[in-house]
C-alpha cells in the first residue's frame, strides 16, 4: 500500500488559519442573531457571518485538497456559488414576510412604506 501524502507545513498552516477565521466570522455572525434586539437587525449578522465564515472553509478545503491530490479542486465552487446566491434570497424572503406580518399587524417595528 502507498502513504498517503502528506500536507506541507506551510499549506497546514494556511488552511488551518483559514478554518479558524471562517469559524471565528461564523461564530460572530450567530453572536449577532443572539445579542441584536429587532428581527430586521438580526437577520444580517448570520447571513452574512454564514456567507463570509463558509467561504473562508471552503478556500480552505479547496487549498487543502489541491495540494493533496496535486491538481486544482474545484467542487467547493459549487457550494460557494449555492450559498452566494441563496443565502441573500433566503433573507430577502424572510424580511418581506416578515414586513408584510408587521404591516398587517400595525407593529411598531416596522418600517413605514416608501413613498411613492
Known amino acids: 500500500m502507498t502513504a498517503a501524502p502528506e500536507l506541507p507545513v506551510w499549506t497546514a498552516l494556511l488552511v488551518s488559519l483559514l478554518v479558524v477565521a471562517g469559524a471565528a466570522i461564523t461564530l460572530i455572525g450567530s453572536a449577532g442573531l443572539w445579542r441584536l434586539k429587532s428581527f430586521y437587525a438580526r437577520v444580517h449578522a448570520p447571513t452574512l457571518g454564514a456567507t463570509l465564515g463558509t467561504g473562508g472553509v471552503l478556500v480552505a478545503s479547496m487549498l487543502c485538497f489541491s495540494v493533496l491530490g496535486g491538481r486544482w479542486v474545484l467542487h467547493e465552487v459549487l457550494i460557494a456559488v449555492f450559498l452566494t446566491v441563496t443565502t441573500p434570497v433566503t433573507l430577502m424572503l424572510l424580511s418581506r414576510a416578515t414586513l408584510h406580518r408587521d404591516r398587517a ?12
Open 105 to 116: 399587524e400595525t407593529q411598531d417595528e416596522a418600517p413605514p412604506k416608501a413613498k411613492d
